[in-house]
T-cell receptor, first 109, second 114 residues
Framework: KQEVTQIPAALSVPEGENLVLNCSFT??????LQWFRQDPGKGLTSLLL?????REQTSGRLNASLDKSSGRSTLYIAASQPGDSATYLC????????FGAGTTVTVRA | DGGITQSPKYLFRKEGQNVTLSCEQN?????MYWYRQDPGQGLRLIYY???????QKGDIAEGYSVSREKKESFPLTVTSAQKNPTAFYLC?????????????FGAGTRLSVL
């Protein structure tokens, strides 16, 4: 059974600092690794999808890397802004999505 | 606007009552899913459907039921057999194939027990 872990559970940084969010998974036989953002009381918004054959994916200030052999993915957010405050979830995809519990980020102005 | 609509936003269930959560999508997606989210936990899959008139149990299907009579609609019924229904319920859809495509989510329904 796929187990997905996100550490730390919460993170607080001053505005402008770069964010590094970690995701680990136990089974490397995945189709892809997905990162989502969730605002309080809302649904999930897809941020990035990295295919199993890719090493990284970029969108604007967001960059996600994938190392299947070590079972790790990292989401980098450059030059953080207060609007980046949210919970970030990763999900490892084999025949279904297995989600981590998320990292709640607070960016202080 | 294309998207997924969940209703109601808040729902209260009395003891022994069945309640139904609505999920409608106009994205023309074949696959639809129901997840449950509890505080401090990741999303857990309740049921999923890859095509109309077909659905499969996820990891925590006990106490829940679904139907998929139309492509656009995938309602979830929380039955009286579900003893701990208080949670945030999320519906999602994707073009096809459960793990290979991006899933798009609705805004969620928060269910509480009176």
């Amino acid at each position: 059974k796929q187990e997905v872990t996100q550490i730390p559970a919460a993170l607080s940084v001053p505005e402008g600092e770069n964010l590094v969010l970690n995701c680990s998974f136990t089974d490397s036989a995945i189709y892809n690794l997905q990162w989502f953002r969730q605002d309080p009381g809302k649904g999930l918004t897809s941020l990035l999808l990295i295919q199993s054959s890719q090493r990284e994916q970029t969108s604007g200030r967001l960059n996600a890397s994938l190392d299947k052999s070590s079972g790790r993915s990292t989401l980098y957010i450059a030059a953080s802004q207060p609007g980046d405050s949210a919970t970030y979830l990763c999900a490892a995809s084999d025949y279904k999505l297995s989600f981590g519990a998320g990292t709640t980020v607070t960016v202080r102005a | 606007d294309g998207g997924i609509t969940q209703s109601p936003k808040y729902l209260f269930r009395k003891e022994g009552q069945n309640v139904t959560l609505s999920c409608e999508q106009n994205l023309n997606h074949d696959a639809m899913y129901w997840y449950r989210q509890d505080p401090g936990q990741g999303l857990r899959l309740i049921y999923y459907s890859q095509i109309v008139n077909d659905f499969q149990k996820g990891d925590i299907a006990e106490g829940y039921s679904v139907s998929r009579e139309k492509k656009e609609s995938f309602p979830l019924t929380v039955t009286s057999a579900q003893k701990n229904p208080t949670a945030f319920y999320l519906c999602a859809s994707s073009i096809g194939g459960q793990g290979q495509n991006i899933q798009y989510f609705g805004a969620g329904t928060r269910l509480s027990v009176l």
